[in-house]
């Protein structure tokens, strides 16, 4: 299996294409990467709206990210977005015109949440303890995280980014100019995270770590300082170590130059604009939260998603049925989305589970067609986007589905036929053609089918099914970690599930942390 992750900050965007490799214990092959240089923060205005350049600039990137993935054999990339995007008020907006270009929707998360998804990219690349603090500086925020050798316990995200302090501490002339702008970025990052310091601070045993293009550079640079590079040559920083005196040296170093002589310091190259305010930022953090030396990890918010991504693949797939893995099978050979075809199979058994508790009827069978359909309703885009649901009504028929009888392959042909489009009606000869016990069935777990498509629309992943009862109104659902297409998704798409079932209303209900 194959799969494509971009993340898009304030600075830059990158893509990772992997493949899994054999044996379902979550490891990955990287197969190609690629980095666009957005700066999205620099397209926004004084209000922090994303302007139209910066909406070009991403549609630009993404492009040439989806372009790679499918000649990689990736027909979907998963996109999250994150500071530059999330506090702009048109961020929504830009995510949807940005899709409208491009196919492919930069969904927004939450500094909680891209905090929790470094932190796994940081544990697959370097060995972390039974107490870590990682801080992952971005171009527009610095994200804050606590926890232990598997997983995160506590997250925050401050706006301290390279970017967003480059801008709000300029460098004016003199002599101590570039000390002025460390002592102003300093006094601002003590000023925020000082009513957190708790939190995060060292104790005893804790280890340190670093994760963003800042530190990876900082890294290089004190290495090239030590003698450590032979010839001057870059490589590979990831686990190595500086202590907070080393780059308090740099950062002083830094600060004695102009502004075009820091492009020339060997490791900073790239970072000449901004590496003052992100070496000050970083060091007044570590320093205030009592780090005397700190670990570099290259893996962070891209290598979290893609871990996050293999894994809920695996776990669903982990999950199936003998005759369920054969549909899988399938679903590999016809290119579809694993994990949007997973991820659409369990809101749809999540759905179905809870239809049950109400009291709706529904056959034995009905959750073993309903997850078959819903692993295939995809599968005709190997035709053609145009009228792909019926293209995968026809390739279900024909695949030759093992431990599915020819009754039971017709119902999950016309399940997937109608997870699009026009409802199940008396016009259309293969519904008609079913005993009336089947197209009642067909129109009920397609509506269901319909909702949990809808509430994945964004390709993200991310939303679950929080709760749902029936009142005098109708049936009310409440949903998380959905973005603003997925609302409209299952919005759009509720018009079978209320012809079935009845009037359906959606409430977001969003996690702590978000």
Known sequence: ?????????????????????????????????????????????????????????????????????????????????????????????????????????????????????????????????????????????????????????????????????????????????????????????????????RRFAARPGTHFFLSSGTAEAAAEAIAQRRGERSGGAPGSVNGE????????????????????????????????????????????????????????????????????????????????????????????????????AGQVAELSRDLLGRLLAAGEPFPEHARSLLTAAAVLHESGLIVSQSSHHKHSAYLIRHAGLRGFGPQDIELIAQIARYHRKSLPRPSHPEYVALPPADRALVARLAGILRVADGLDRSHTGLARVVGLHRDADGWQLQVSGVTPLDLAGVREKGDLWTREFGPLAVRHEAPEGE
Do not use: W
């Open 241 to 340: 170590r500086f202590t907070l005196g080393e780059l308090a040296e740099l950062l002083a170093h830094v600060a004695r130059l102009r502004p075009a002589q820091r492009s020339k310091v060997p490791g900073l190259e790239r970072r000449g604009d901004t590496v003052l305010a992100a070496l000050s930022v970083l060091h007044a953090a570590l320093d205030l939260l009592g780090a005397r030396e700190v670990t570099v990890s290259e893996g962070a918010l891209r290598e979290g998603m893609l871990l996050k991504e293999l894994a809920q693949v695996q776990t669903f797939s982990s999950a199936l049925s003998t005759r369920q893995r054969s549909v899988l099978a399938t679903a590999e050979r016809f290119g579809v989305n694993l994990s949007h």
């Open 1 to 197: 299996m194959r799969v494509a992750v971009a993340d898009v900050g304030t600075n830059s965007s990158h893509l990772l294409i992997a493949e899994a490799l054999p044996g379902g214990a979550g490891g990955f092959r990287v197969l190609d990467v690629l980095k666009d240089r957005t700066r999205l923060g620099e397209c926004l205005d004084a209000q922090g709206v994303m302007t139209p350049e910066g909406e070009d600039r991403l549609a630009s990137a993404l492009t040439r990210f989806r372009e790679l993935a499918a000649s990689a054999g990736v027909g979907d990339v998963r996109v999250y977005a994150t500071s530059a995007l999330r506090e702009a008020p048109n961020g929504a907006e830009v995510a949807e015109r940005v899709r409208q270009r491009t196919g492919l929707y930069p969904a927004v998360i939450s500094g909680q949440r891209e905090g929790e998804l470094t932190y796994l990219g940081v544990r697959e690349s370097v060995e972390l303890g039974a107490d870590n603090v990682l801080l992952d500086l971005g171009g527009g925020s610095l994200e804050f995280v606590r926890g232990g050798e598997e997983q995160a316990k506590d997250v925050l995200s401050l706006p301290l980014g390279a970017i967003r302090m480059t801008r709000a501490f300029p460098e004016g002339e003199g002599k101590n100019a570039g000390r002025d702008v460390v002592d102003a970025v300093g006094r601002h990052v003590r000023e925020l995270l000082r009513p957190q310091v």
